[in-house]
């Protein structure tokens, strides 16, 4: 028989950790769930947990440890609170693979951790290579942790690679939906509500990808995420935008040919390719069709009106703590943006001024990227008041 890879996924409740779970579920010959966590949301991790019966969960939210325990307690499911367990438990022995989903720097020390403990990592959490990409990349090659990257593009560019270790990449090209505002001007969303930037055209994603998807925040730290999983110059990553997410990504390689990685935008593909990863497994995911009528377009990024885009290459460019400073301003941005605290404009608004106003460090270390985290948080919030 063949052993199931053993699957622990942080943040089993949000979009990434309930998709995560409908692919185990259509192949329990191949994986088991061994760790689910959760944040707040006790009731589906406690639903979660009957369905799938790990070996242990964490409730980040220590005011619901008793509920869930108490839920769980006829089970032989170990139950653990607060955020330090999340390190605690991702240092385990009893998994293979962590699925990282948690949302945001709140993913970064679990994953730390995973890595530390030689785990392969299915890393949806790309905040965690935008802040310290230099350390997770580093510590992941000293501990022969795998990383495999879960986010649509990046998983299309890693496939691309598949078999071409040896070949020069001469660039990658992102694609990018341009999200729910494309071809807007700042006219148009300097008015835009949340509500309506909350209403993605081809994905179904949590609040702040979304949000960061709307202003193509999430396309410049997706270039930053690329920089560290491919280890590429800035200059080889160009973004262009491709609305109906169809191609999910191009590599170009040094004799000019392009391979692209193509299908309909469901997130339990590249899941499920990070999980099965080296092999594919069978899947009932709708298939794209050529033979009804289609259009493929590609356009350049209106960067003059979605000038996160900018803000970001000059993070990815300048290098250091920026990216850690930009993706700090952003949370707190989009966060404020969500609770109808800030405008639209006003989230670039403020990413910027933080980059103008934290001290810049070139090399960080891991505790001087916790520090400029939470200056820039702390910096942004000031700003909200404005
Ligand atoms: P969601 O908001 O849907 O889910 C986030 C998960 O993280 C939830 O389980 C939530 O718990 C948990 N969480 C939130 N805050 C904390 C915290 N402070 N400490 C511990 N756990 C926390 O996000 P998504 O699933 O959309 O995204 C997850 C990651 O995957 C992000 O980094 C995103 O950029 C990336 N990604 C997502 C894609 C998508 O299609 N959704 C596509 C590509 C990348 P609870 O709900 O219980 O509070
Ligand atoms: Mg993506």
Not at 2 to 25: P, Y
Not at 174 to 189: C, E, I, R, V, W
Request: proline share 4%.
């Amino acid at each position: 028989m063949i052993q199931k890879k053993r699957i622990a996924i942080f943040g089993s409740t949000g979009s990434i950790g309930t998709q995560a779970l409908e692919v185990i579920a259509a192949h329990p010959d191949k994986f088991s769930v061994e760790v689910l966590t959760a944040h707040t949301n006790d009731e589906l991790l406690i639903k979660q947990s009957l369905q799938f019966n790990p070996n242990m969960v964490v409730i980040g939210d220590e005011k619901k440890y008793q509920k869930v325990k108490e839920a769980l307690a006829k089970t032989d499911v170990k139950v653990f609170a607060g955020e330090d367990s999340l390190e605690e438990v991702a240092a385990m022995d009893c998994y293979d693979i962590m699925i990282a989903a948690i949302v945001g720097f709140a993913g970064l020390k679990s994953t730390l951790s995973a890595i530390e403990n030689g785990k392969t990592i299915a890393l949806a959490n790309k905040e965690t290579l935008v802040v310290a990409g230099d350390i997770v990349m580093r510590k992941a090659a000293e501990k022969n942790a795998q990383i495999i990257p879960v986010d649509s593009e990046h998983s299309a560019i890693f496939q691309c690679l598949t078999g071409e270790s040896r070949n020069k990449i001469e660039k990658i090209i992102l694609t990018a939906s341009g999200g729910p505002f494309l071809g807007k001007k700042p006219n148009f969303l300097v008015n835009v509500k949340r509500d309506h930037a909350l209403q993605h055209p081809n994905w179904t994603m949590g609040a702040k990808i979304t949000i960061d998807s709307a202003t193509l925040m999430n396309k410049g730290l997706e270039m930053i995420e690329a920089k560290w999983l491919f280890n590429l110059r800035p200059d080889q990553i160009q973004v262009i935008i491709h609305s109906q997410s169809i191609i999910h990504s191009m590599v170009q390689f040094e004799d000019g040919s392009m391979k692209a990685q193509m299908g309909l935008p469901d997130m339990k593909l590249p899941i499920q390719y990070a999980l099965a990863y080296p092999q594919r497994i069978q899947s009932k995911f709708p298939r794209y069709d050529f033979k009804k009528p289609n259009t493929l377009n590609f356009e350049e990024p209106d960067v003059k009106t979605f000038r996160n885009l900018t803000l970001a290459t000059d993070a990815l460019n300048k290098g250091g703590n920026m990216p850690c400073i930009l993706n700090a301003a952003n949370e707190i941005a989009v966060f404020a943006f969500l609770r109808n605290r800030i405008g639209f404009l006003d989230i670039t608004e403020m990413v910027e001024r933080t980059m103008n106003k934290i001290s810049f460090i070139a090399s960080p270390t891991l505790e001087e990227y916790f520090e400029s985290d939470g200056e820039a948080r702390n910096f942004a919030a000031t700003l909200i008041q404005m």
